[in-house]
């Protein structure tokens, strides 16, 4: 065998021994390199080149900003300082999870901050609107006679009146002379009410309850009758009520005045229920659907809120 026979068999058995030994190496991760024994890692590490605390074993990207990693050959006592800035950024990533202001912070940024509650979900609507009467709850006094208002017991719009508080006094000669028809009715009933005969004594109770209907048809009420019975004479003033307690909204006379048969004296409202008529849009029709409406608070009274309504209708135009 030649020389150079010999020199590439040579070479071809330790190439192959060469690669053996590292394919056993590589198979039970022994270190090959001198260097690599004793448990060292490997020479280089990736950073974030914005936050050079982030410190990883392998690629990827930056948890913080999402920029790639850089690699990086690690120094003398990198180790050290890799551990470290472990620390800081377990820290850092402890503090992305809530913000933390100081008071003066807070007031500089203009935060406000409230406390995390279950309550229902409930929606503000801003409406230009107005408060006004309850239609069901208005009426007007009238007079049932012609004739001169002699004393006004109502001075002034926004004046409490209630059913049994006399509001008004009206002279009427057309009340005088059924009052004295009724007086004389009375008379002649008591005077024919002995009579043997029927048709006579019928007729005094007849007169009587006609006499009694026509003053009835002046607004005089039974007790008042049966007063004027009593008393024998006339009264030369009706007296007038309201038909509904509330507050004067309208005054529509004066001390003194001549009025005719039916002619309004005041406009009373009874203001316990009151209706609000608001303009709202069209897409916020829905929050009104359940019929209860809400709270309603006003700027004059923004402490207090308005009842739920007990009736709501709806109309578009």
Not at 166 to 188: G, W
């Amino acid at each position: 065998m030649t020389n150079g026979k010999k020199i590439v068999i040579s070479m071809f058995i330790l190439s192959m021994l060469f690669l053996g030994c590292y394919l056993w190496q590589q198979k039970w991760h022994i270190p090959f390199w001198p260097g690599q024994a004793g448990g060292q890692t490997a020479q280089y590490y990736y950073t974030c080149p914005m936050h050079p605390f982030i410190i990883r074993d392998k690629p990827g990207n930056c948890p913080i900003c999402g920029m790639t990693l850089v690699k990086v050959k690690k120094a003398p006592g990198v180790q050290a300082a890799a551990q470290a800035g472990a620390k800081v950024a377990t820290k850092e990533m402890a503090d992305l999870r809530g913000v933390s202001l100081s008071p003066t912070q807070m007031v500089m940024a203009n935060v406000a901050v409230t406390e995390v509650k279950r309550m229902p979900l409930s929606r503000e609507i801003d409406a230009v609107g107005i408060v006004t009467y309850d239609q069901a709850r208005q009426a007007k006094v009238t007079s049932w006679v012609s004739g001169r208002i002699d004393r006004l017991y109502v001075n002034k719009v926004g004046d409490y009146v209630s059913v049994k508080r006399l509001v008004a006094e009206i002279y009427s000669p057309d009340l005088v002379s059924s009052q004295e028809e009724y007086l004389l009715a009375v008379r002649s009933r008591d005077q024919l009410k002995d009579s043997p005969i029927a048709a006579i004594s019928q007729e005094g109770e007849g007169l009587v309850a006609s006499a009694r209907e026509r003053l009835k048809l002046f607004g005089l009420k039974d007790q008042q009758i049966k007063a004027l019975e009593k008393a024998g004479r006339p009264d030369i003033h009706l007296p007038i009520y309201t038909p509904l307690s509330g507050v004067v909204i309208d005054k529509l006379v004066q001390e003194g005045q001549y009025v005719n048969v039916g002619e309004p004296l005041f406009d009373i409202a009874d203001l316990s229920t009151v209706w609000v008529e608001m303009e709202v849009y069209e897409n916020e029709f829905p929050f009104f659907e359940d019929r209860t409406g809400g709270r309603y608070r006003f700027p004059i009274f923004p402490r207090q809120d308005l009842s739920r309504p007990h009736l709501l209708h709806l109309s578009l135009s």
